[in-house]
Each structure stands twice: as C-alpha cells, then as structure tokens.
C-alpha cells in the first residue's frame, strides 16, 4: 500500500523508547469465563460477546482460545476494530519481548509471519476507526499507575485508556511552544488523545503540522522522526474535519487519500456516510459501491449499499444487494433485519415475515429495540 496506516507499525518502536519504570500490568480480571461461555452459547452471533470471551480467555494467558474468539468476532461483525486490534497485539502478549525485538530489527525468524499479520490486523483496526480504544495495550506494555505517575507519564494514561489525562499532561509538556517546534512523537500522542475526548479542532491541528511535516519530507527524502508515511496522516486529519463537522474539507481529505491509495476502502464508506447524512444519495451510493468494489471480500460494505439503496428508494436492487450481504455473511444478524425492511417496503409480505422470522433466530439479545421492531412488524405483517 501507498501510504499504509502506522504510526501503527512505528508504533511499537516509539513504545519502547518511552521511559517506564512498572511493569505491565495484564488485563484485569473480567467476566467469568463459564459465565461468559454460557452467554456465547445462547448467543452465539453476538460479537460482542466472543470479544469479551477472548479477552477473558486472554486475562488467563489462555491465548490459542483467545484468538479463536476474537476470530469469531470479527467473522461476525467484519468493522470490529476492537477485536482486530486485539489479534493483532496478541503475538506481543504470548512473547513478552517481541515488541522490542521488533524495534531493534532483531524478529527471531520463527516470529516473522506473526508480526507482518499483526501488522496488516493493526492497520486495518486504524482503518474502520482511526480512534480505535487502545486500553488492549495494557495488558503487555509497561506503565505505570497513580495520578503523580499520569502527570508525568502520559503515555501509561493514553494506554490505560485514561484520555483525558494523557491529552492534559501530553498538553503540559507541550506547554506555550509553537506546534512547528513540537516533536512529531509528542503531535501523534496528544493528536490521538484529543480526539478520544472530542477535542476534533486540536486534534486536526496537530494532524495538520504532521501531515505538512511528512510531504516537505517525501519532497526532501528526509526521515521523519518517527516513520510515518503521509498519506496516514492525510486519512487521519480527514476523519477528524469529519467528526467536528467540517464536512467539505474532509471530502477533500479523503479523495486525497484515495488519490494516494485507491484500496482505501473507508474513505470510500465515510464519504458515503456523509452523504447520505444530507441524503445526497446519488453520491452516497456512488461511495458505498466504490467501497464494495474496492473491498469485496467485505460483506459489511454491501450491508452499508443494501441500506442506502432502500434509502433512496431503490428497493428492488436494495433487496438483491441485501441477499448478497447475507449470502456472504449468514451471521451477521443486522443483514436479515434490513433485509426484511426492504421487503416490507416491497409489499412482500410472505418474504418479509421469513426474513424477520430469521432474524430473531439469530439476534443477539442486545439487540433488544431491533428484536421488539421485528416482532411488532410480523405481527402487522400477519394481520
């Protein structure tokens, strides 16, 4: 890829040249585990559930249980960037010191393959949602604990998932020096940590300085100080004009991304999303069937273009893309749900009724509102 998400694999190396004096501190305890069991049994397409398993199984050094549930979790929900990044920080976890060997360059040969795919799962949990929880770090990075530990270390709060904390001290050191003259480390951090806490504007800003930083060096073939490629921090800035509202700079953002890697298939989605929020459904069409030919391993991208379609009232082709999304991913309950809506709207009422009819076979009881919806709409469909 031109331009592959991280920070994420440079990541790892500005860990570990981070001062920490503790020692990591592993998961807390969770859920119980038969509990949790129990619950996956009854729920079994709940990915939510699989997730909480995993990281359970985790808590207890049970790692090969823990990566089947994460798998499971993401074979259910494919936008499950929570799950991917915990797959992909699950190597570092069973080999306590990968993370710095893979610093030092010095990967035993055998580790190899497990850090290129943690590499690929880390930049694709970045992909679906740039701001993606990083408390999973916890469980295998040094940090330390305590509110005099936050206010100078805030890289154990940032890992500790205590954002605000890390922005307030990353912000304390920073203190009334122009941006220009900040480390590109300390722009990354704080950057990540405003936007966790809302702060979209700051956020974009310190994205801002690193993204000018990464073209004058392409054009200088100057190193950065941390090894970032600059389409990261365009994708970065694009999702953070979005989340403030700054609709139209990040539709420009984005097609810059795209215009340096055309497999970026959410900037594809989150166009769409923006488009179809001021119904512009031509447009938002357009995107999420870009996003599906970009992606078409992804069923998730045809459940996005079924519900448009029925959006913009094009029914008869919402139901053939919704049939595709639950051919390709049976599991995933929202599709029948949809997919019964779209043939609700159709006048289909037999189609309708076996597709709601599957739908509660499979939903997980969270979806307590679309549960109710769908037994309220069988029984209009039956009168």
């Given at each position: 890829m031109k331009g592959g998400v991280a920070t994420f694999s440079a990541l790892s190396a500005l860990i570990v040249l981070l001062p920490h004096a503790a020692a990591a501190q592993g998961l807390k305890p969770s859920d119980s585990i038969p509990q949790l069991e129990a619950a996956v049994?009854?729920?079994?397409?709940?990915?939510?559930?699989h997730y909480r398993l995993g990281i359970a199984y985790w808590s207890r050094k049970r790692f090969d249980e823990a990566g089947k549930s994460l798998l499971t979790a993401v074979t259910i929900e494919r936008r499950f960037a929570?799950?991917?990044?915990?797959?992909?920080?699950?190597?570092?976890a069973r080999r306590r010191d990968l993370m710095k060997e893979e610093a030092k360059g010095e990967v035993p040969p055998e580790w190899r393959d497990s850090v290129l795919v943690s590499e690929r799962l880390r930049r694709r949990a970045f992909l679906i949602?740039?701001?993606?929880?990083?408390?999973i770090m916890g469980a295998f990075v040094p940090v330390r604990s305590g509110f005099f530990a936050a206010l100078t270390d805030p890289f154990s709060s940032f890992v500790s998932g205590n954002y605000a904390m890390a922005y307030f001290t990353f912000s304390r050191w920073a203190g009334d020096k122009p941006r220009d003259s900040l480390p590109s480390g300390l722009l990354w951090y704080r950057g990540l940590s405003a936007g966790h806490v809302?702060?979209?504007?700051?956020?974009?800003?310190?994205?801002?300085?690193?993204?000018?930083?990464g073209l004058k060096a392409e054009q200088g073939d100057t190193l950065s100080p941390i090894?970032?490629?600059?389409?990261?921090f365009?994708?970065?800035?694009?999702t953070f004009r979005y989340r403030s509202g700054h609709y139209a700079e990040a539709i420009t953002l984005y097609k810059e991304a795209l215009g340096n890697d055309v497999g970026l298939f959410m900037a594809h989605v989150q166009m769409g999303k923006i488009f179809e929020h001021f119904k512009q459904w031509p447009e938002a069409i357009e995107h999420y069937e870009a996003a599906v030919a970009t992606n078409p391993d992804d069923p998730s991208v045809l459940l996005d273009l079924g519900v448009v379609?029925?959006?913009?009232?094009?029914?008869?082709?919402?139901?053939?893309?919704?049939?595709?999304?639950l051919d390709a991913n049976p599991r995933d309950s929202r599709v029948p749900y949809h997919l019964a809506l779209t043939l609700q709207q159709e006048n289909k009422a037999a189609e309708a009724r076996a597709a709601f009819t599957r739908f509660l076979a499979v939903a997980p009881s969270r979806y307590a509102t679309q549960i109710t919806d769908a037994k309220n709409r069988l029984t209009q469909l039956q009168d």
């Open positions: 049994a009854r729920d079994s397409n709940d990915a939510q559930l929570d799950a991917y990044l915990a797959l992909a920080y699950l190597p570092y949602n740039p701001l993606v929880d990083l408390k809302a702060l979209y504007d700051t956020a974009a800003t310190d994205f801002q300085v690193l993204l000018d930083r090894p970032v490629r600059t389409n990261d365009r994708y970065l800035l694009a379609l029925r959006e913009a009232g094009r029914l008869q082709e919402s139901e053939s893309t919704l049939a595709r999304a």
